[in-house]
């Protein structure tokens, strides 16, 4: 098939990764894969911000940044439009951003089905973590989008139920996780020699890959340090940068065990693999309601032992005492106690370690099976589409 994907990102990071690899994913199996959207800097460094983007939300109001947003949508109908009519593809598959409404209206011109996926509830996160100014407008837009596909793939069940109370019909909804290239995180990826190249030979290493936030609560497993370290020689392995770097790590300093902590640093996307191979226990500490966490599904792939929150989004993955160690998250000591469990027990560690990677299997958290299913509900609503009034959006009015 011929797919045009289409999206609004501009910097390189866990986004930018989903993109990447379903794009190689629905390439490895023979569909032209068309790229519309914002230029991205070849060879540029994983964990990059947007460049001028980022300059943009510094300098401009949050209501002049907001309004470019809708701008925008001027540059991307002229940029998808002339994408439809070079490439005549079979539909349009869309990553969804707030105030991006040239999918659909595209979509509708040129009678195409368009499949949305959907990360986030954006208008409610944006609000909550950097402030929104034109709410009632950031509302309408959600809305009206997630109502103006043929199918919305939210990653998770939790996010489905957010998009199913906005009005889309079940139908209408489609659920597609996260995943994992097997062939770049395979099962058999040798753990000592890992730890050797970071020099951490002997010693039992607690691991997190991504951006440090305030909100993983990594600061009581640096506390905790002292006692795992006396105990089973524990260390920690931050694989990543992040705003809460610094007090990690001066945090380490007061409680002197610094020594015990590692921080790499941003880390370039074919090294991920190395590091996370180097953990013994594979820490999820904390996580967004609604989300699919990448970094969940490496940990699985490459067989370490997991532990996270016993959240809904959780457990649509993992399972309790089979392939992860849970914890509740309204309780914090149940997550240090989850800890201490993992490091005194080496045969709970590689037990529910095997089944996390056999999890990954048996229930394909793929991305070349994700683009399976892309393709046959591609091909499903490429049959059945009669013309350009069969998906058009229902009309929808501000609400005060």
């Not at 931050?238 to 790499?264: F, N, Q, S, Y």
């Not at 996390?356 to 399976?372: H, M, P, Q, V």
Request: charged content about 25%; proline content about 5%.
């Amino acid at each position: 098939m011929k797919i045009l994907f289409h999206h609004r990102i501009a910097s390189r990071d866990g986004q930018s990764v989903h993109m990447d690899e379903l794009i190689a994913a629905l390439r490895r199996q023979g569909h032209e894969t068309i790229i519309v959207g914002p230029a991205r800097i070849a060879n540029e460094r994983f964990g990059c911000g947007a460049g001028s983007v980022e300059l943009l939300k510094r300098l401009l109001p949050r209501w002049a940044y907001e309004l470019l947003e809708v701008g925008y949508n001027l540059v991307a109908w002229r940029r998808l439009a002339r994408a439809v009519r070079e490439h005549r593809p079979d539909a349009i598959y869309e990553r969804y951003n707030l105030f991006l409404l040239c999918g659909p209206w595209v979509a509708r011109r040129f009678g195409l089905p368009l499949l949305l996926e959907v990360n986030a509830p954006l208008c409610e996160e944006r609000a909550r973590h950097a402030g929104l100014s034109l709410k009632r407008l950031a509302r309408f837009c959600e809305r009206w989008i997630w109502h103006a596909a043929n199918v919305a793939l939210p990653v998770t069940h939790v996010l489905a139920g957010e998009v199913r109370a906005r009005g889309v019909p079940a139908e209408r909804i489609s659920v597609v996780p996260n995943g994992i290239d097997r062939h770049r995180f395979p099962s058999n990826v040798d753990g000592s020699a890992a730890k050797r190249k970071l020099g951490l030979e002997g010693r039992l290493v607690l691991g997190f890959t991504g951006f440090v936030r305030a909100w993983h609560g990594l600061e009581e497993v640096v506390a905790l340090l002292g006692e795992l370290g006396e105990r089973h020689n524990a260390h920690l392995l931050l694989v990543g940068d992040g705003p809460a770097r610094e007090d990690l790590e001066r945090c380490a300093d007061a409680l002197g065990v610094r020594h015990r902590l590692t921080v790499t640093g941003v880390i370039d996307r074919d090294e991920v693999t190395d590091h996370i191979a180097a953990f013994d226990i594979a820490l999820q500490p904390a996580v967004t309601p609604y989300a699919s966490p990448l970094k969940l599904f490496e940990y699985m792939a490459l067989g370490r032992a997991i532990l996270a929150p016993d959240t809904p989004n959780i457990r649509e993955v993992l399972t309790d005492g089979q392939d992860a160690l849970l914890f509740d998250p309204e309780r914090p000591d149940t997550r240090a106690a989850a800890i201490r469990r993992l490091c005194a027990d080496a045969d709970l560690r590689q037990r529910i370690a095997e089944q996390a990677s056999a999890t990954i299997d048996r229930c394909a958290f793929t991305w070349d099976r994700n683009a399976e299913r892309i393709v046959q509900m591609i091909q499903q609503h490429a049959a059945d589409h009669t013309g350009v009034s069969s998906f058009a959006p229902a009309p929808l009015r501000l609400q005060r």
